[in-house]
C-alpha cells in the first residue's frame, strides 16, 4: 500500500506491559470508567488482532463494504508482522478502521495499516490477550515494538490511504518513546487467573508517547536525512562551498591560500580542517573546530549547545513556515498532519488479542472496584 520510506531513524523499542490501576490518570472529568474486569468501560474504539494459521486464506477486510466493521488485524498464529498505526490532525475519519487488513502472510513487507481518528490528547490505550491454556501448554506470548516514525505535512485533510499524496517529509530524530523496555503481552484466561488475582489489561499508551524533535526538511542542508551539526556547518561557514557539511581539502585550500598558510586557531600544534571551523564558522563558539552537539535536545543545555544555538536562530524560515519543534511526551500523532507509526508485531501462538483506544479528552479514570 503505501511506499516505506527510508527516512528517520529506525527506533527499536518495544513494549513493556505496566498494569494500569492507578487513579492518578485522571483526565478531564467527562466519563468515568473503571479499570474493573480486565478493560475500563467507557466509549472506546476497539482493535483486535487475530492469530491465524499459516494455511489460512486471508481475505481483506473492505471498509467500503458498510457490512462489515473493518476493526480486525489477521496475522500470523507464529511469526511476525509489520503493522502501521495511522493518524494526524489531518486525518478526518469517523472510526477506527482497518486497511490492508492482513499482515505478514505474503512476506516480510505485507502490512497493515491501523487508521485511528485524531485525538488532539490522544487515547489511552488497553490490551489483552485472550484465550483458554490447554494443559502443558507452550507459552503464548505477543510483542508489539514500535520500529520506525514518519511524519509529513498535507495540504488538505485525508480519510483514507487513497487519499494521501506524500510529499517531502518531515525529519524525526532523536527521539523515544516512553515505554522503552522489551516486553510482552502474555495471554490469559480468566478462569484459571482466578486463584491468581484479578485479569488486568496491559497499560499500552506509553508506547505512543514520543519525545523528540520534529525538523522542517529546509534545515537538512546536506541532504542526507538527517539534521545535524554538518547542516550547520554546510549552512554557515563559508568555505564549506560545497555544503556537504565537510571542509574537503580543497576548500581547506582556499582557506589556507585566504590566510597566508592558515592559522592554529584551535591550539593543537596543526593547522587543519578544524583551524577552518574555528576561525570561520560562526556557531564554533569556544573555537575547538567543531560544532558541539550532544545529540539530544534537552533544555537544560540549551542554549549552551552550539547545535542548538543554530536551531534557537532557525525557529521560522522566510515563508513563516515552522522549522523545528520539541516534543516532550506527546501523543505521537500530534506531531505533524499525518504520521506513521510502524510497529513489528510478534506473535507466539496467540489467537486473540484485543486492543482498545479510550480518547484522553472525555475519559476519567476511577479507581478500580475491589
Ligand atoms: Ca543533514
Ligand atoms: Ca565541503
Ligand atoms: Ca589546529
Ligand atoms: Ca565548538
Given amino acids: 500500500m503505501k511506499q516505506k520510506l527510508l527516512n528517520g531513524l529506525p527506533i527499536t523499542l518495544a513494549a513493556v506491559i505496566l498494569l494500569c490501576s492507578s487513579p492518578g490518570m485522571a483526565a478531564k472529568p467527562q466519563k468515568a470508567i473503571e479499570v474493573g474486569n480486565g478493560m475500563p468501560s ?3 474504539e476497539t482493535l483486535l488482532f487475530h492469530g491465524k494459521k499459516d494455511s489460512y486464506n486471508c481475505i481483506e477486510c473492505d471498509p467500503l463494504n458498510p457490512l462489515e466493521e473493518c476493526n480486525v488485524v489477521n496475522i500470523p498464529e507464529y511469526g511476525t508482522a509489520p503493522i502501521t498505526y495511522v493518524s494526524g490532525r489531518k486525518v478526518n475519519i469517523s472510526a477506527l478502521t482497518v486497511y490492508d487488513s492482513c499482515a505478514g502472510f505474503a512476506d516480510e513487507n505485507d ?3 491501523i487508521w485511528l481518528p485524531y485525538e488532539a490528547d490522544g487515547y489511552y490505550i488497553f490490551a489483552r490477550a485472550l484465550g483458554k491454556p490447554g494443559k502443558g501448554d507452550e507459552e503464548r506470548y505477543i510483542i508489539f515494538e514500535n520500529e520506525s516514525l514518519e511524519a509529513y505535512p498535507l495540504l488538505s485533510d485525508v ?6 499524496v506524500l510529499g517531502l517529509g518531515m525529519i524525526t ?3 523515544e518513546f516512553k515505554m522503552d523496555a522489551s516486553g510482552s503481552l502474555y495471554r490469559f484466561d480468566g478462569d484459571s487467573d482466578k486463584g491468581k488475582g484479578k485479569p488486568q489489561a496491559k497499560y499500552l499508551t506509553n508506547m505512543f508517547l514520543w519525545s523528540g524533535l520534529v525538523f522542517h526538511p529546509e534545515l537538512d ?7 545535524n551539526e554538518s547542516d550547520v556547518i554546510a549552512a554557515t561557514c563559508p568555505y564549506d562551498t560545497n555544503q556537504n557539511g565537510t571542509i574537503d ?10 590566510t597566508s598558510g592558515g592559522v592554529d586557531i584551535t591550539g593543537d600544534g596543526n593547522i587543519n580542517s578544524l583551524d577552518v571551523i574555528a576561525d570561520t564558522c560562526p556557531y564554533d563558539a569556544n573555537q575547538d573546530g567543531v560544532i558541539s552537539y550532544d545529540g539530544n535536545f534537552d533544555e537544560t543545555t540549551f542554549p549552551d549547545n552550539e547545535f542548538e544555538n543554530w536551531l534557537a536562530d532557525n525557529t521560522v524560515n522566510a515563508d513563516g513556515e515552522i522549522l523545528w519543534q520539541y516534543y516532550n511526551e506527546a501523543w505521537v500523532f500530534s506531531i505533524a ?17 484485543q486492543l482498545r483506544f479510550y480518547p484522553v479528552s472525555t475519559t476519567e479514570f476511577v479507581a478500580p472496584a475491589e
Avoid: C, M, R
Avoid at 337 to 351: A, E, F, M, R, S
Fill in 42 to 44: 467507557g466509549y472506546h
Fill in 111 to 113: 502490512s497493515a495499516e
Fill in 159 to 164: 480519510s483514507s490511504p487513497d487519499d494521501v
Fill in 173 to 175: 530524530q532523536q527521539g
Fill in 221 to 227: 542542508v546536506t541532504g542526507d536525512g538527517v539534521v
Fill in 249 to 258: 581539502p580543497d576548500e581547506f585550500l582556499a582557506w589556507s591560500v585566504d
Fill in 337 to 353: 498532519d499525518l504520521v506513521y507509526l510502524n510497529q513489528v508485531v510478534t506473535n507466539n501462538g496467540i489467537k486473540n488479542i
